[in-house]
């Protein structure tokens, strides 16, 4: 059963790798270019310009890869609802940055509220199948948690909105998030096999495909970037399998780097406003914070990836006492 997968993720690498180009030079033709924030760091200045949206690439390339090999596997099209929505959000953000000029993109309540409905989907089926039901996993331990029904569509909602913002917030360097989240789908390729769920395993494995095929193009110095078309759509991705698969808690294991990156605008926030502007950060999200301390942004990727991976390999560690349940 190992072939559907291998297929999956070969199949969508390859549209990525094919489709490239030719969305790249569509994108430059419209003028689609990357907006800079004034008050990020000088060395972005220059990438200014950039293609962006190219996000559509990473969710072409899954979703044809994922109907093409999913049999209509009830679950996967639930994975593939969730990356689709939430892409479109992305689409529309990025739209509205880009064309309209509107710096702020699509704005917060009505981007917050179309995640929260799509997360809401995603927990309403979760807790209606009976293969499921409001139970979470725990790493580490033989025992499960099973919770009322409206604190699981709660904490299920909350992991599908989380997940699409924490991959956004990673988001800032060349191929930081598509090479991070590749990672965690290699994780969820093999927690999905660990537990039966070939199909969800093959709708990982497009993903992980995907997004190797997106940084063909994305590593440094990138030819386009996903915009929150892909980051979005990326983040609700790992965030629909966690809550098919009942590891939720996994996925703050497996996406530490995301978890990190989240927990640092936060607490930059917070410190920033209790103490009348001081910063813990030099810059958050945290890759930007290495950067000003002088690190070249290829070390700081290639570091976030190692971290990615030490991050995977700790989930997975927390998986075979988990199966005893």
């Not at 965690?184 to 190797?212: M, T």
Request: net charge positive; aromatic share 10%; with cysteine.
């Amino acid at each position: 059963m190992i072939t559907p997968v291998l297929y999956a993720a070969l199949l969508a690498f390859l549209i990525a790798l094919v489709s490239g180009p030719p969305l790249i030079e569509f994108l430059r033709r419209l003028k689609f270019g990357q907006s800079i924030r004034v008050d990020g760091p000088k060395s972005h200045l220059k990438k200014a310009g950039i293609p962006t949206m190219g996000g559509i690439l990473i969710v072409a390339a899954t979703a044809i890869s994922t109907l093409l090999l999913s049999k209509g596997h009830v679950a996967v099209l639930y994975c593939l609802l969730a990356t689709l929505g939430f892409s479109l959000i992305g689409l529309v953000d990025d739209f509205i940055i880009v064309v309209a000029k509107r710096s702020l993109g699509l704005r917060a309540r009505y981007k917050l509220l179309g995640q929260i409905v799509l997360g809401l989907v995603i927990s309403l089926y979760a807790l209606a199948s009976p293969e499921l039901g409001p139970v979470i996993l725990i790493p580490f331990s033989h025992q499960a948690m099973i919770l009322p029904p409206w604190l699981f569509v709660l904490t299920a909602t909350a992991a599908m909105v989380g997940s699409a913002n924490a991959v956004n917030f990673t988001d800032g360097l060349d191929g930081l998030a598509a090479g991070t989240t590749a990672v965690a789908a290699v994780a969820y390729i093999l927690l999905c096999i660990s537990l039966g769920e070939w199909e969800l395993a093959a709708f990982a494995a497009a993903i992980a495909g995907a997004c190797l095929g997106f940084t063909w193009f994305n590593a440094h110095p990138a030819q386009v970037i996903m915009g929150d078309t892909g980051s979005l759509g990326l983040g609700a991705a790992l965030g629909a399998l966690a809550v098919l698969t009942r590891t939720e808690l996994f996925l703050v294991i497996i996406g530490g780097v995301f978890v990190l990156e989240t927990l640092s605008v936060i607490l930059q926030v917070l410190y920033f406003r209790l103490t009348g502007g001081r910063r813990i950060f030099r810059m958050a999200p945290l890759h930007h914070h290495f950067e000003l301390k002088g690190w070249p942004e290829t070390k700081v990727v290639f570091r976030f990836w190692i971290m990615a991976f030490v991050f995977a390999v700790l989930g997975l560690a927390g998986l075979p006492a988990a199966l005893g349940f």
